[in-house]
């Protein structure tokens, strides 16, 4: 009893002193010390990376203050290391909740940067990146009246985005994961300045490594349907004004259009290979909806015209589907994983390279069938 009581005591004694000798070999980081970066942004400049930083100080007291801080080097830790020079603190990247790239750096490529961030261990898989039309370091920079924390009120508007499923997500991990892919091209935010503020205002298409093609936010709720079953978001569409004709109590002055809008409550999406040869695929998309607004002379509690409705619906969705899908085609880029799709139910396609896929993307022929279903009534106009 005694020996097995020692023996207990001394694996006791043992770990103990481990723990004590790794926390003291672990480094002590004050905040009253330390600088904190939470947005950084990359800018092409001639032949060097230009490395703007928002920089979070904190006081004895924990007030805060944000300092700009921007270098130009052949890499970002060159950068870094002269933003050390410039700040009164140490300057730590684990707080960094944001990275921007500027356009034209975007257009030569980021898959190095990318790789950069995504094996620096301070930078968190979960920080989310964007574009910047124009120079990152120009917007960040700018003075805004009501921002006082730019690198906090960016993340935050990409992340209110997202989450509404307003935007497409961006993290490191998601945009590295499709870098890694052969068959597979990403997609990232675009941000611009509008005045006295900042607005996300589009999507930047990739192809390896490189911006090549835009989209619209008017485009972003047709995105997501092709990339993934959605159960939120909202749609504006415009249908042909002959459905308020055709109403059982049509105005004297009918509308030319009809606007309406509607949010998603459930999407799934479907994809199947329907001939390999020919490559071709079929996508077919079901959504069940609330109707948020419609012109007051079309009565939703008759079944005729919520079906009338639900067709114009799915032509025009359709169409849009169809536009989208041609353009990212035209500028060969793959940001709905069709080619994932393609490879994996068609034995012995051997789409292993981006070379093969994208000899093959601008080629494939996709049937696109939508069908809609109102479920639920919400406020009329």
């Given at each position: 009893?005694?020996?097995?009581?020692?023996?207990?005591?001394?694996?006791?004694?043992?770990?103990?002193?481990?723990?004590?000798?790794?926390?003291?070999?672990?480094?002590?980081?004050?905040?009253?010390?330390?600088?904190?970066?939470?947005?950084?942004g990359y800018d092409k400049e001639?032949?060097?990376?230009?490395?703007?930083?928002?920089?979070?100080?904190?006081?004895?007291?924990?007030?805060?203050?944000?300092e700009i801080h921007s270098e130009i080097a052949e890499t970002s830790k060159g950068?870094?290391?002269?933003?050390?020079?410039?700040?009164?603190?140490?300057?730590?990247?684990?707080?960094?909740?944001?990275?921007?790239?500027?356009?034209?750096?975007?257009?030569?490529g980021i898959e190095e940067e990318i790789h950069t961030l995504s094996i620096n261990p301070e930078i968190a898989t979960s920080v989310y990146l964007g574009i910047v039309e124009g120079k990152s370091k120009t917007l960040l920079e700018?003075?805004?009246?009501?921002?006082?924390?730019?690198?906090?009120?960016?993340?935050?508007?990409?992340?209110?985005?997202?989450?509404?499923?307003?935007?497409?997500?961006?993290?490191?991990?998601?945009?590295?994961?499709?870098?890694?892919s052969p068959i597979r091209d990403f997609a990232i935010p675009t941000l611009k300045k509008e005045g006295e503020y900042i607005d996300i205002?589009?999507?930047?298409?990739?192809?390896?490594?490189?911006?090549?093609?835009?989209?619209?936010?008017?485009?972003?709720?047709?995105?997501?349907?092709?990339r993934k079953n959605i159960r939120d978001g909202t749609l504006q569409?415009?249908?042909?004004?002959?459905?308020?004709?055709?109403?059982?109590?049509?105005?004297?002055?009918?509308?030319?259009?009809?606007?309406?809008?509607?949010?998603?409550?459930?999407s799934k999406r479907k994809l199947k290979v329907t001939d390999h040869e020919k490559n071709e695929i079929d996508l077919n998309i079901t959504l069940d909806c609330r109707l948020l607004e419609i012109h007051s002379s079309l009565s939703l509690e008759d079944k005729e015209t919520t079906e009338k409705i639900e067709k114009a619906m799915?032509?025009?969705m359709e169409a849009e589907i169809k536009r989208i899908i041609k353009y990212s085609q035209e500028v060969?880029?793959?940001i709905f994983g069709f080619g994932e799709h393609f490879s994996a139910h068609v034995r012995g396609s051997k789409l292993n390279t981006e070379e093969k896929w994208h000899n093959l993307y601008p080629k494939m022929k996709v049937n696109v069938k939508v069908d809609t279903e109102i479920i639920r009534n919400g406020v009329f106009e």
């Open positions: 009893m005694f020996k097995k009581k020692m023996k207990y005591t001394k694996r006791f004694l043992f770990i103990t002193t481990v723990c004590l000798i790794l926390t003291a070999c672990a480094e002590t980081k004050i905040l009253e010390r330390i600088s904190l970066v939470t947005l950084i001639e032949e060097k990376l230009s490395t703007t930083a928002v920089v979070r100080q904190i006081s004895p007291d924990f007030e805060n203050k944000v950068a870094r290391f002269k933003i050390n020079l410039d700040a009164a603190k140490k300057v730590e990247a684990g707080q960094v909740r944001v990275v921007l790239f500027g356009e034209d750096l975007a257009k030569e700018s003075n805004f009246k009501n921002i006082t924390d730019i690198g906090q009120h960016v993340y935050n508007l990409i992340d209110h985005n997202i989450q509404q499923q307003q935007m497409i997500s961006s993290t490191l991990h998601e945009i590295e994961r499709d870098v890694h205002n589009g999507i930047a298409l990739f192809k390896e490594g490189k911006l090549v093609g835009k989209l619209p936010t008017a485009d972003v709720f047709y995105i997501m349907l092709l569409l415009v249908l042909p004004g002959d459905l308020v004709n055709s109403s059982k109590n049509p105005p004297e002055n009918p509308p030319e259009e009809l606007p309406i809008a509607v949010d998603a409550i459930n799915n032509k025009k060969n880029s793959d």
